[in-house]
């Protein structure tokens, strides 16, 4: 098991300086990801939240574990045998790495690390764990006595071995890790100004009502839905998005040619068809970016595209229908995240953002390519898993406060929360109830526009008891949220969210 976290760690310092994603138990995981089917993942994503990748990684490890102990007992008997198993474990590795949407020949190089380094670990411990030679003569003329000292040696030969080992693995694997973020330089990056920018946003409800999302979320606290285990590195002096497929002329632009385009700042929420009612993955933030229809306009779009077919830089594919894309709404090209250049995790250097529709058809991050095409000719990721092609967000509310399910002083407070109804007149009123009462009309929170969320809230005096708490919201058009359940799959989750709280 050591000699296996002595080469997982080296490969994953290998993987550093080429690709992080080719270090091995990560190119297994994300194999795993992508082969899991879609409502089995669903259910982690249900059970485990975002602690759903931390859990993959750490069972891929686990089993990973398991069979280096097989290895380590075959290795007892003859060396040739555990080495072999480490072997076959690296080679299936590997081919989760060639598997990969992009692979080059140098990604082989973490698995052949962790072949080299951990057989040689192997070799190493299985000499220190065998007792001490001992003269020729002896060996020959008593073979079944083994004097007293050999085992003792051995195994203090084993802990040392063992600890240099595990520490060598925290090094190298810690290294790897820190190589891999100093390589993408985000702050060099200085954004332009926005030729077209945003009113300021007004002052939102959380000082007033404790416990409420704040009316932007900051860029360290916004949720992260993808389908990586790591991070990209990107260089973005090699950084290019091509625009081709169904256009006049197929195009190229450098970061830096995306950031002479006149720019525009929206605020805009941003949302996951795989947010559950009530659930955690949704943000709201001020995007900077190049409308798509600037980048579109330029390539000239054919007449027969239907689909907006973008790619990142890992191969992973993204679709977006072209009419809602291009109907008027604010589809950026974001280059922006509340005043800093997009963190690694939201898509730096560039992303999608298109209000309206659910991230997985919409926000495609570390963009590389935008191709005109149908939905006829080219499946996406999420269409080939039988997701929805056309996902509008649909109208939705959230209590932030009370917790569901908590224990709160009696007495005046609030229950609070957002909504949010993009593309269809924003939230104009959100109502609460009470133990199944009559439906309340909620206090808003500042405009931030028909593309961001609202905050709500209602002064409530809470007595004694149990109660239960809904809200919903009704649109701009004057449609309420329905009250009819549906789970994420296919096109995003529905229904009035209830909780239960307790008043002692
Ligand atoms: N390259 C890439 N872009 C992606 C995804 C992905 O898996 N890969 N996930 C999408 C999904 S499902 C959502 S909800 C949003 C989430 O964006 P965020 O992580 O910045 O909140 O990104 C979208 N863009
Ligand atoms: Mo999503």
Redesign the pocket.
């Known amino acids: 098991m050591l000699a296996t976290l002595f080469g997982v760690a080296l490969a994953h310092l290998v993987a550093g300086l080429t690709d992080p994603a080719a270090s091995p138990v990560l190119a297994v995981g994300s194999q795993v990801i992508d082969l899991t089917p879609t409502p089995m993942k669903e259910w982690a994503i249900q059970q485990f939240g975002t602690w759903d990748k931390p859990i993959l990684i750490g069972s891929v490890f686990a089993g990973v574990l398991v069979l280096s102990a097989v290895a380590g007992l075959l290795t007892l008997r003859r060396f040739e045998h555990g080495a072999g198993l480490l072997i076959a474990l690296v080679g299936l590795a590997a081919a989760a790495t060639i598997n990969r949407p992009v692979f080059e020949p140098v990604d082989l190089l973490p698995a052949l690390a962790a072949a080299v380094g951990g057989v040689a670990a192997l070799f190493w411990l299985h000499r220190a764990a065998r007792p001490a030679p001992q003269a020729p003569e002896d060996a020959a003329a008593a073979p079944q006595h083994v004097p007293d000292e050999a085992p003792r040696a051995s195994r203090r030969g084993v802990l040392v071995a063992a600890g240099v080992l595990a520490a060598a693995a925290a090094v190298l694997g810690g290294a790897g890790r820190w190589i891999a973020q100093q390589r993408t330089r985000i702050s060099d990056v200085d954004l332009p100004a926005a030729a077209n920018p945003a009113p300021p946003l007004p002052a939102g409800l959380e000082e007033k009502v404790p416990g409420i999302s704040p009316f932007r979320t900051p860029n360290g606290d916004?949720?992260?839905?993808?389908?990586?285990l790591t991070l990209p590195v990107i260089d973005v002096d090699d950084w290019t998005l091509t625009i081709d497929g169904d256009v006049e002329e197929e195009l190229t632009f450098t970061f830096e040619e995306i950031l002479a385009m006149p720019m525009v700042e929206r605020d805009i929420t941003?949302?996951?068809?795989?947010n559950d009612v009530g659930g955690e993955?949704v943000?709201a933030a001020r995007w900077l970016g190049v409308p798509l229809k600037d980048l579109l306009d330029r390539a000239g779009v054919g007449a027969d595209a239907d689909q907006l077919f973008s790619t990142?830089v890992?191969g992973?594919t993204?679709s977006t229908p072209l009419d809602l894309a291009t109907d008027g709404r604010d589809a950026l090209l974001a280059v922006g995240m509340n005043g800093e250049p997009l963190p690694l995790?939201?898509?730096f250097p560039a992303?999608l953002v298109i209000p309206g529709l659910?991230?997985?058809i919409?926000?495609?991050?570390?963009?590389s390519r935008i191709t005109l095409t149908t939905y006829a000719e080219q499946d996406s990721?999420?269409t080939k898993k039988k997701w929805a092609t056309d996902a509008p967000i649909k109208i939705s509310s959230r209590i932030d406060t009370p917790k569901s399910l908590t224990t709160i002083d009696p007495g005046d407070t609030f229950i609070g929360g957002v909504a949010w109804a993009q593309q269809t007149g924003g939230v104009a009123r959100v109502e609460v109830r009470v133990d199944g009462g009559p439906w309340t009309e909620a206090k808003l929170g500042p405009d931030g526009g028909n593309d961001y969320w609202r905050q709500w809230y209602l002064p409530w005096q809470a007595e004694s008891g149990q109660h239960s708490l809904a809200v919903r919201a009704i649109n701009g058009d004057g449609e309420t949220q329905t009250p009819v359940r549906m789970t994420p799959f296919p096109e995003g989750s529905s229904g009035v969210q209830e909780i239960v709280v307790t008043v002692a």
């Open positions: 916004f949720y992260r839905v993808d389908t990586r941003l949302t996951c068809v795989s993955y943000g990142d890992e992973m993204i995790e939201h898509g992303r659910y991230g997985f919409s926000a495609t991050k570390w963009i990721y999420w």
